[in-house]
């Protein structure tokens, strides 16, 4: 018997005559997934777009208009935009602090040119090419620099010749704080030919200080579920402040959890002592070593290249996916196997170099080292895996909410006296939704789970017994592996 409750439009009070048919769509949808990628950084006072909101950028050309052109964000946009168009993606563009301080470097020319040949000048890993005739003095080569750098309007740097020495270059960042510092000057870094005779001496832009607070960023990102977050920044105050935010945004009472994806630059020893200070499940941070793209590019780059495919699968490892448009350190300074495994040990995420000289992610894993006790864990070491509970979490919210939106809650031994039509919950009908969702879904369309006999053993579901209305529901779900290492010995016979 269907009882006039159970319609949702129809009202049971209803005399006049007619044929009323309602519908309802509960066990036609299905919930798809479509992850947002967040990205955070400096925008130069050309760009039109108000510091500290959210705006949706689909180009390029957009972000050049919104955040001024060669400006930190538009940069990193540009380059997530190369990888891909598809993934959403939403910017925060940020002032400089009030108190930033603009890294400084600069070239020092003393010897001129022999032959006639332009040099190929890289700047945090963009080449400017200068113009230089042979027999040109010092001064006219330090003058030659200022005028190539200042015309292209996507240097990070902006150039100026020394007020006492006339053959000295002046380059300042065109934004304050520290990313400033990760500024990278040489040159023919492809194996580009020197203009001979050319002495030329670099020195490294420091002084950068006081980067932007986060604020404005955490306050603006609201109650929207960021995926992933690009994150420009790793001083204490700007990591410990997403880590904090991403961390609420996972628990139970907010759902909306993401990854944050930073990158570091300096020596071996330099990036492990930023891993081991850091300890979370939500953020990666590639080090970089001494490479001539900036850190700002390779998190940028990283991030759109892991949301790409944790998109698609969050279960299925990034290692091999190439880092597009990354120039990686020269190959004498490059970590070797045993250097990037301590790495792998420090919470550092690490990449490798392909024969082509393109950078590939090797192991994105997580700073997340140790447990609340201090004791060593391992549980949220790849980022696969909060990836992958976060995306289980949403299948299971989905189909309850989709299937049982407004179901009332009985015992499983009621059941039997209530008509069949009756929108009633019982802790049964949970476990048996839950059951199908792991082994049809989960494990047969997906491929993120596996041990089915474990988990349907494990698998609890009860009315709360000082609360009708609360279905309490215990699940231990397996997550699968990554086929990341292959461990075999040969036993050759004679």
């Given at each position: 018997m269907i009882s006039s409750t159970v319609f949702n439009e129809i009202p049971a009070s209803l005399r006049v005559p007619g044929w009323y048919i309602e519908f309802d769509?509960?066990?036609?949808?299905?919930?798809?997934?479509?992850?947002?990628?967040?990205?955070?950084?400096?925008?130069?006072?050309?760009?039109?777009?108000?510091?500290?909101?959210?705006v949706r950028v689909t180009s390029k050309e957009e972000a050049d208009e919104l955040f001024?052109?060669?400006?930190?964000?538009?940069?990193?946009?540009?380059?997530?935009?190369?990888v891909d168009l598809y993934t959403e993606t939403w910017a925060i563009a940020l002032d400089d602090a009030a108190l930033a301080v603009k890294a400084e470097g600069s070239i020092d020319v003393t010897d001129g040119p022999t032959n006639t040949r332009p040099l190929a000048l890289y700047i945090a890993g963009r080449r400017v090419w200068v113009e230089m005739t042979g027999g040109d003095e010092p001064q006219a080569v330090a003058e030659a620099i200022v005028d190539a750098v200042n015309t292209d309007d996507r240097v990070p740097v902006t150039a100026a010749i020394d007020g006492v020495t006339p053959s000295k270059v002046l380059l300042t960042s065109r934004w304050g704080g520290e990313t400033g510092n990760d500024i990278d000057l040489r040159d023919s870094v492809k194996g580009e030919q020197r203009p001979a005779g050319l002495v030329a001496t670099y020195t490294q832009p420091t002084g950068g200080a006081v980067n932007p607070e986060m604020d404005p960023v955490i306050?603006?990102?609201?109650?929207?579920?960021?995926?992933?977050?690009?994150?420009?920044?790793?001083?204490?105050?700007?990591?410990?402040?997403?880590?904090?935010e991403l961390s609420d945004r996972y628990g139970p009472m907010r759902q909306i959890g993401g990854r944050a994806f930073a990158a570091y630059r300096g020596t071996h020893s330099e990036v492990a002592t930023l891993g081991n200070g850091r300890n979370s499940p939500h953020l990666t941070v590639m080090g970089t070593n001494l490479a001539p793209s900036p850190t700002w590019l390779w998190a940028a780059t990283n991030a759109i290249v892991a949301a790409k495919s944790?998109?698609?699968?969050?279960?299925?490892?990034?290692?091999?996916?190439?880092?597009?448009?990354?120039?990686p350190p020269a190959e004498d300074l490059r970590w070797n196997d045993a250097e990037r495994n301590l790495l792998l040990f420090d919470g550092i995420a690490t990449y490798t170099v392909a024969s082509d000289g393109s950078v590939q992610i090797e192991r994105q894993i997580t700073t997340y080292q140790e447990n609340a006790s201090g004791v060593a864990d391992d549980?949220?070491?790849?980022?696969?895996?909060?990836?992958?509970?976060?995306?289980?979490?949403?299948?299971?919210?989905?189909?309850?909410?989709q299937k049982y939106p407004r179901h009332k809650l009985a015992a499983d031994v009621d059941r039997e006296f209530y008509d069949p039509s009756q929108p009633i919950m019982t802790p049964k009908v949970a476990r048996t939704e839950l059951l199908n969702l792991y082994r049809l879904t989960l494990m047969g369309a997906y491929g993120w789970t596996r041990d089915y006999a474990g988990y349907a053993e494990s698998l609890r579901a009860n009315i709360d017994p000082s609360d009708p209305s609360r279905l309490n529901v215990m699940d231990s779900p397996m997550l699968i592996g990554q086929y990341r290492v292959h461990a075999q010995q040969t036993q050759f016979r004679r």
């Open positions: 769509n509960r066990l036609a949808g299905n919930a798809v997934f479509m992850g947002k990628l967040l990205v955070m950084g400096q925008k130069l006072a050309g760009g039109s777009q108000e510091p500290g909101s959210l001024g052109r060669g400006s930190m964000l538009a940069e990193m946009m540009r380059a997530i935009k190369d306050a603006a990102m609201g109650s929207e579920w960021w995926n992933w977050v690009c994150l420009p920044y790793t001083d204490t105050v700007s990591l410990e402040a997403i880590e904090g944790l998109g698609i699968d969050p279960a299925r490892p990034l290692q091999r996916l190439t880092m597009p448009g990354l120039i549980s949220y070491l790849d980022i696969n895996t909060p990836e992958t509970l976060e995306r289980i979490r949403f299948e299971q919210i989905s189909l309850f909410a």
